[in-house]
Protein backbone atom coordinates (compact mmCIF):
# COMPACT_ATOMS: atom_id res chain seq x y z
CA UNK A 1 0.00 0.00 0.00
CA UNK A 2 1.75 3.06 -1.03
CA UNK A 3 1.11 6.72 0.41
CA UNK A 4 1.64 9.84 -0.66
CA UNK A 5 4.21 12.42 1.01
CA UNK A 6 2.51 14.03 3.99
CA UNK A 7 3.66 17.60 3.29
CA UNK A 8 2.26 17.86 -0.05
CA UNK A 9 1.22 21.65 -0.20
CA UNK A 10 -2.66 22.21 -1.44
CA UNK A 11 -3.97 23.74 -4.26
CA UNK A 12 -3.53 27.62 -4.51
CA UNK A 13 -7.15 27.65 -4.45
CA UNK A 14 -7.32 25.43 -1.71
CA UNK A 15 -9.83 27.68 0.65
CA UNK A 16 -11.82 29.18 -2.04
CA UNK A 17 -12.31 25.75 -2.99
CA UNK A 18 -13.46 24.32 -0.09
CA UNK A 19 -15.47 27.16 0.77
CA UNK A 20 -17.49 27.02 -2.32
CA UNK A 21 -17.79 23.39 -1.51
CA UNK A 22 -19.19 23.80 2.16
CA UNK A 23 -21.20 27.01 1.60
CA UNK A 24 -23.09 25.06 -1.80
CA UNK A 25 -23.29 22.13 0.56
CA UNK A 26 -25.25 24.36 3.21
CA UNK A 27 -27.64 25.82 0.16
CA UNK A 28 -28.35 22.72 -1.26
CA UNK A 29 -28.94 21.03 1.94
CA UNK A 30 -31.57 24.05 3.33
CA UNK A 31 -33.18 24.05 -0.12
CA UNK A 32 -34.03 20.32 0.23
CA UNK A 33 -35.31 20.51 3.94
CA UNK A 34 -37.49 23.08 3.50
CA UNK A 35 -38.98 21.03 0.62
CA UNK A 36 -39.35 18.09 2.49
CA UNK A 37 -40.67 20.19 5.43
CA UNK A 38 -43.59 21.89 3.20
CA UNK A 39 -43.66 24.95 6.10
CA UNK A 40 -40.73 25.62 7.77
CA UNK A 41 -38.65 27.95 6.71
CA UNK A 42 -34.67 28.94 7.66
CA UNK A 43 -34.01 31.96 8.84
CA UNK A 44 -30.51 33.00 8.38
CA UNK A 45 -28.03 35.49 10.51
CA UNK A 46 -24.67 36.38 9.64
CA UNK A 47 -22.35 37.16 12.33
CA UNK A 48 -18.59 38.06 12.33
CA UNK A 49 -15.87 36.91 14.71
CA UNK A 50 -13.44 39.70 16.50
CA UNK A 51 -10.63 37.38 15.75
CA UNK A 52 -11.03 37.02 12.24
CA UNK A 53 -13.81 35.23 10.52
CA UNK A 54 -17.77 35.06 10.33
CA UNK A 55 -20.39 32.51 9.13
CA UNK A 56 -23.97 31.99 8.39
CA UNK A 57 -25.97 30.63 10.52
CA UNK A 58 -29.93 29.01 9.70
CA UNK A 59 -31.95 28.00 11.69
CA UNK A 60 -35.82 25.93 11.04
CA UNK A 61 -37.93 26.48 14.48
CA UNK A 62 -41.38 24.62 14.60
CA UNK A 63 -41.94 23.47 11.54
CA UNK A 64 -44.12 20.40 10.29
CA UNK A 65 -41.79 18.09 10.60
CA UNK A 66 -38.58 19.64 12.28
CA UNK A 67 -39.21 20.65 15.45
CA UNK A 68 -35.71 22.81 15.60
CA UNK A 69 -33.11 22.40 13.11
CA UNK A 70 -30.10 24.46 12.32
CA UNK A 71 -27.37 24.31 9.12
CA UNK A 72 -24.30 26.31 9.41
CA UNK A 73 -21.85 27.66 7.64
CA UNK A 74 -18.39 29.25 8.83
CA UNK A 75 -15.14 30.40 8.22
CA UNK A 76 -12.85 31.73 11.04
CA UNK A 77 -8.49 32.45 11.23
CA UNK A 78 -6.38 32.96 14.13
CA UNK A 79 -2.96 33.25 15.51
CA UNK A 80 -2.92 30.22 17.98
CA UNK A 81 -5.25 27.29 17.59
CA UNK A 82 -6.77 25.84 20.80
CA UNK A 83 -5.58 22.50 23.05
CA UNK A 84 -8.73 20.98 21.16
CA UNK A 85 -6.52 20.92 18.02
CA UNK A 86 -3.23 20.98 19.25
CA UNK A 87 -3.67 17.85 21.20
CA UNK A 88 -4.26 16.41 18.23
CA UNK A 89 -1.74 18.11 16.04
CA UNK A 90 1.26 19.44 17.82
CA UNK A 91 3.02 19.88 14.34
CA UNK A 92 -0.22 23.22 13.98
CA UNK A 93 1.30 24.66 17.36
CA UNK A 94 2.77 28.30 16.23
CA UNK A 95 1.15 28.61 12.85
CA UNK A 96 -1.73 31.41 11.64
CA UNK A 97 -4.94 29.38 11.08
CA UNK A 98 -7.71 29.00 9.08
CA UNK A 99 -11.16 26.59 9.51
CA UNK A 100 -14.41 26.57 7.76
CA UNK A 101 -16.88 23.91 7.92
CA UNK A 102 -20.58 22.94 7.32
CA UNK A 103 -22.42 21.64 10.55
CA UNK A 104 -26.12 20.47 10.89
CA UNK A 105 -28.29 19.11 13.32
CA UNK A 106 -32.02 18.54 12.60
CA UNK A 107 -34.59 17.53 15.35
CA UNK A 108 -37.71 16.23 14.54
CA UNK A 109 -41.11 16.51 16.05
CA UNK A 110 -41.83 13.47 15.43
CA UNK A 111 -40.82 10.17 18.01
CA UNK A 112 -40.71 8.34 14.55
CA UNK A 113 -38.18 10.04 13.04
CA UNK A 114 -34.19 10.01 13.96
CA UNK A 115 -32.54 12.74 14.71
CA UNK A 116 -29.48 13.85 12.19
CA UNK A 117 -26.22 15.18 12.32
CA UNK A 118 -23.91 16.41 9.93
CA UNK A 119 -20.45 18.13 9.91
CA UNK A 120 -17.43 18.51 7.34
CA UNK A 121 -14.62 20.87 7.51
CA UNK A 122 -11.29 22.12 6.56
CA UNK A 123 -8.09 23.19 8.05
CA UNK A 124 -5.07 25.05 7.51
CA UNK A 125 -2.36 25.68 9.66
CA UNK A 126 1.09 27.01 8.08
CA UNK A 127 1.67 23.93 6.05
CA UNK A 128 -0.36 21.98 8.03
CA UNK A 129 -3.68 21.12 6.60
CA UNK A 130 -6.16 18.34 7.07
CA UNK A 131 -10.35 17.51 6.04
CA UNK A 132 -12.51 15.95 8.81
CA UNK A 133 -15.94 15.32 8.35
CA UNK A 134 -18.89 12.62 8.97
CA UNK A 135 -23.11 12.18 9.25
CA UNK A 136 -24.71 9.81 12.13
CA UNK A 137 -28.24 9.22 12.91
CA UNK A 138 -29.71 9.15 16.07
CA UNK A 139 -33.11 7.14 16.14
CA UNK A 140 -35.35 7.29 18.80
CA UNK A 141 -37.60 4.70 17.94
CA UNK A 142 -35.58 1.13 16.41
CA UNK A 143 -35.91 0.62 12.26
CA UNK A 144 -33.50 -1.71 11.09
CA UNK A 145 -34.47 -0.49 7.82
CA UNK A 146 -33.75 3.33 8.28
CA UNK A 147 -30.32 2.19 9.83
CA UNK A 148 -29.28 0.07 6.58
CA UNK A 149 -30.59 2.69 4.54
CA UNK A 150 -28.61 5.49 5.77
CA UNK A 151 -25.13 2.95 6.41
CA UNK A 152 -25.74 2.07 3.06
CA UNK A 153 -26.07 5.32 0.77
CA UNK A 154 -22.73 6.42 3.21
CA UNK A 155 -21.13 3.34 2.20
CA UNK A 156 -21.13 3.95 -1.77
CA UNK A 157 -20.65 7.49 -1.26
CA UNK A 158 -17.25 6.49 0.23
CA UNK A 159 -16.90 3.70 -1.72
CA UNK A 160 -17.49 6.08 -4.89
CA UNK A 161 -13.83 7.56 -3.80
CA UNK A 162 -12.00 4.67 -1.96
CA UNK A 163 -13.84 1.66 -0.52
CA UNK A 164 -11.24 1.75 2.29
CA UNK A 165 -13.05 4.45 3.72
CA UNK A 166 -16.19 2.63 4.96
CA UNK A 167 -13.99 0.38 6.28
CA UNK A 168 -12.31 2.36 8.95
CA UNK A 169 -14.63 5.66 9.08
CA UNK A 170 -17.56 3.50 10.40
CA UNK A 171 -16.05 1.77 13.24
CA UNK A 172 -14.09 5.37 13.96
CA UNK A 173 -17.99 6.95 14.24
CA UNK A 174 -19.22 3.97 16.71
CA UNK A 175 -15.44 4.93 18.81
CA UNK A 176 -16.49 9.05 18.28
CA UNK A 177 -20.27 9.12 19.43
CA UNK A 178 -19.88 6.92 22.42
CA UNK A 179 -20.88 7.91 25.46
CA UNK A 180 -18.57 7.03 28.25
CA UNK A 181 -20.66 7.42 30.94
CA UNK A 182 -23.22 5.81 30.05
CA UNK A 183 -21.75 3.18 27.77
CA UNK A 184 -24.02 3.50 24.96
CA UNK A 185 -23.30 4.79 21.28
CA UNK A 186 -25.42 8.21 20.00
CA UNK A 187 -27.43 6.56 17.97
CA UNK A 188 -26.96 4.03 15.40
CA UNK A 189 -23.52 5.87 13.79
CA UNK A 190 -22.67 6.27 10.43
CA UNK A 191 -19.45 7.59 9.30
CA UNK A 192 -16.60 9.90 10.86
CA UNK A 193 -13.33 11.13 9.75
CA UNK A 194 -10.33 13.32 11.06
CA UNK A 195 -6.72 14.81 10.69
CA UNK A 196 -7.26 13.08 6.87
CA UNK A 197 -4.35 14.46 4.57
CA UNK A 198 -1.59 12.89 2.64
CA UNK A 199 0.00 10.83 4.81
CA UNK A 200 -3.17 8.05 3.79
CA UNK A 201 -2.90 6.69 7.41
CA UNK A 202 -7.02 6.88 8.39
CA UNK A 203 -7.52 6.11 11.56
CA UNK A 204 -5.80 9.19 13.54
CA UNK A 205 -7.95 8.72 17.08
CA UNK A 206 -7.22 8.17 20.39
CA UNK A 207 -7.81 3.92 20.76
CA UNK A 208 -4.51 2.40 19.19
CA UNK A 209 -6.56 -1.00 19.43
CA UNK A 210 -10.01 -0.65 18.75
CA UNK A 211 -12.04 -2.00 16.02
CA UNK A 212 -11.20 1.28 13.71
CA UNK A 213 -7.15 1.42 14.45
CA UNK A 214 -7.40 -2.32 13.44
CA UNK A 215 -9.42 -1.40 10.25
CA UNK A 216 -6.96 1.10 9.83
CA UNK A 217 -3.91 -1.23 9.80
CA UNK A 218 -5.45 -3.36 7.61
CA UNK A 219 -6.17 -1.62 4.63
CA UNK A 220 -3.87 2.06 5.16
CA UNK A 221 -1.63 4.11 4.60
CA UNK A 222 -3.66 4.44 0.96
CA UNK A 223 -3.06 6.72 -2.05
CA UNK A 224 -4.42 9.95 -0.77
CA UNK A 225 -4.15 13.95 -1.68
CA UNK A 226 -6.23 16.99 -1.74
CA UNK A 227 -7.91 16.51 -4.52
CA UNK A 228 -9.07 12.80 -3.40
CA UNK A 229 -10.16 14.34 -0.10
CA UNK A 230 -11.79 16.80 -0.97
CA UNK A 231 -14.05 14.71 -3.65
CA UNK A 232 -14.43 12.49 -0.17
CA UNK A 233 -16.18 15.85 1.37
CA UNK A 234 -18.45 16.58 -1.90
CA UNK A 235 -19.36 12.53 -2.18
CA UNK A 236 -20.66 12.65 1.26
CA UNK A 237 -21.94 15.95 1.58
CA UNK A 238 -24.05 15.04 -1.42
CA UNK A 239 -25.10 12.06 -0.21
CA UNK A 240 -27.01 13.48 3.19
CA UNK A 241 -30.06 14.31 1.29
CA UNK A 242 -30.16 11.06 0.13
CA UNK A 243 -29.71 8.74 3.11
CA UNK A 244 -31.96 10.77 4.77
CA UNK A 245 -35.04 11.74 3.12
CA UNK A 246 -36.22 8.88 2.62
CA UNK A 247 -36.36 8.04 6.48
CA UNK A 248 -38.57 11.05 7.56
CA UNK A 249 -40.79 10.50 4.39
CA UNK A 250 -41.03 6.81 5.54
CA UNK A 251 -41.78 7.65 9.48
CA UNK A 252 -43.27 11.18 8.65
CA UNK A 253 -46.76 10.06 9.30
CA UNK A 254 -46.98 7.25 11.94
CA UNK A 255 -49.38 8.62 14.45
CA UNK A 256 -47.26 8.70 18.14
CA UNK A 257 -48.85 9.60 22.51
CA UNK A 258 -47.53 10.62 24.71
CA UNK A 259 -45.30 7.49 25.88
CA UNK A 260 -43.47 7.82 22.45
CA UNK A 261 -43.23 11.41 22.93
CA UNK A 262 -41.73 11.14 26.83
CA UNK A 263 -39.37 8.11 25.37
CA UNK A 264 -38.05 11.25 22.62
CA UNK A 265 -37.48 13.70 25.18
CA UNK A 266 -35.86 11.25 27.51
CA UNK A 267 -33.34 9.97 24.95
CA UNK A 268 -32.55 13.25 23.56
CA UNK A 269 -30.92 13.94 26.94
CA UNK A 270 -28.54 11.71 25.68
CA UNK A 271 -27.53 13.58 22.84
CA UNK A 272 -27.17 16.76 25.40
CA UNK A 273 -24.84 15.10 27.41
CA UNK A 274 -22.42 14.07 24.22
CA UNK A 275 -23.01 17.61 22.99
CA UNK A 276 -21.58 19.66 25.95
CA UNK A 277 -19.02 16.91 27.13
CA UNK A 278 -17.39 15.03 24.56
CA UNK A 279 -18.27 16.37 20.95
CA UNK A 280 -14.90 18.24 20.02
CA UNK A 281 -17.08 20.72 17.33
CA UNK A 282 -18.49 22.39 20.75
CA UNK A 283 -15.27 22.57 22.65
CA UNK A 284 -13.30 24.02 19.41
CA UNK A 285 -16.04 27.06 18.75
CA UNK A 286 -15.90 27.63 22.63
CA UNK A 287 -12.33 27.90 22.64
CA UNK A 288 -11.80 29.79 19.59
CA UNK A 289 -14.81 32.59 20.60
CA UNK A 290 -17.15 31.49 18.39
CA UNK A 291 -20.56 32.31 17.99
CA UNK A 292 -22.24 30.58 21.05
CA UNK A 293 -26.05 30.43 19.14
CA UNK A 294 -25.05 29.36 16.63
CA UNK A 295 -22.73 26.15 18.29
CA UNK A 296 -25.32 25.61 20.72
CA UNK A 297 -27.91 25.59 17.72
CA UNK A 298 -27.08 21.51 17.86
CA UNK A 299 -29.21 21.15 21.09
CA UNK A 300 -33.17 20.12 20.52
CA UNK A 301 -35.73 22.65 21.95
CA UNK A 302 -36.98 20.58 24.92
CA UNK A 303 -35.88 17.62 26.75
CA UNK A 304 -36.27 15.63 29.62
CA UNK A 305 -34.02 14.00 32.41
CA UNK A 306 -35.23 10.61 34.26
CA UNK A 307 -33.46 9.32 37.55
CA UNK A 308 -32.47 5.64 36.92
CA UNK A 309 -35.30 4.99 33.98
CA UNK A 310 -35.44 1.49 32.32
CA UNK A 311 -37.88 0.31 29.48
CA UNK A 312 -40.38 -1.71 30.06
CA UNK A 313 -38.66 -5.38 29.08
CA UNK A 314 -39.41 -7.08 25.41
CA UNK A 315 -40.80 -3.09 24.33
CA UNK A 316 -39.31 -1.54 21.87
CA UNK A 317 -38.04 0.79 23.88
CA UNK A 318 -35.95 -1.56 25.07
CA UNK A 319 -34.51 -2.81 21.83
CA UNK A 320 -33.45 1.05 21.04
CA UNK A 321 -31.67 0.87 24.29
CA UNK A 322 -30.26 -3.05 24.01
CA UNK A 323 -29.17 -3.20 20.04
CA UNK A 324 -29.36 0.24 18.74
CA UNK A 325 -26.90 2.31 20.88
CA UNK A 326 -24.63 -0.40 20.51
CA UNK A 327 -21.78 -0.60 17.71
CA UNK A 328 -23.83 -3.21 15.44
CA UNK A 329 -22.73 -4.34 11.47
CA UNK A 330 -25.97 -3.17 10.39
CA UNK A 331 -25.61 -4.16 6.53
CA UNK A 332 -24.10 -7.19 6.99
CA UNK A 333 -25.27 -8.93 10.24
CA UNK A 334 -28.38 -11.48 9.34
CA UNK A 335 -29.12 -11.98 12.89
CA UNK A 336 -30.47 -8.19 13.43
CA UNK A 337 -33.59 -8.87 11.38
CA UNK A 338 -34.53 -11.57 14.22
CA UNK A 339 -33.56 -9.37 17.01
CA UNK A 340 -35.57 -6.98 15.86
CA UNK A 341 -38.59 -8.77 13.72
CA UNK A 342 -40.61 -9.59 17.06
CA UNK A 343 -40.47 -5.53 18.10
CA UNK A 344 -41.76 -4.81 14.65
CA UNK A 345 -38.49 -3.02 14.05
CA UNK A 346 -37.61 -4.35 10.83
CA UNK A 347 -39.83 -1.76 8.65
Known sequence: MATTPANETPPAASRSRARDLLMGLQDRICAGLESLDGEGRFLEESWERPEGGGGRSRVMKAGRIFEQGGVNFSEVQGDQLPPAILNQRPDAKGHPWFAIGTSMVLHPRSPWVPTVHLNYRYFEAGPVWWFGGGADLTPYYPYLEDARHFHATLKGACAAIDPAYYTVFKPWCDEYFFLKHRGETRGVGGIFYDYQDASGVLYKGPDPEGPAALASRGVSPIEQNWEKLFSLARSCGEAFLPSYVPIVERRQS????????????????????????????????????????????????????????????????????EVFTRPQNWLEDGSLESRCAAKRAVS
Do not use: C, H, K
Open 254 to 321: IPWGDRERQFQLYRRGRYVEFNLVFDRGTIFGLQTNGRTESILMSLPPLVRWEYAYTPEADSREALLT
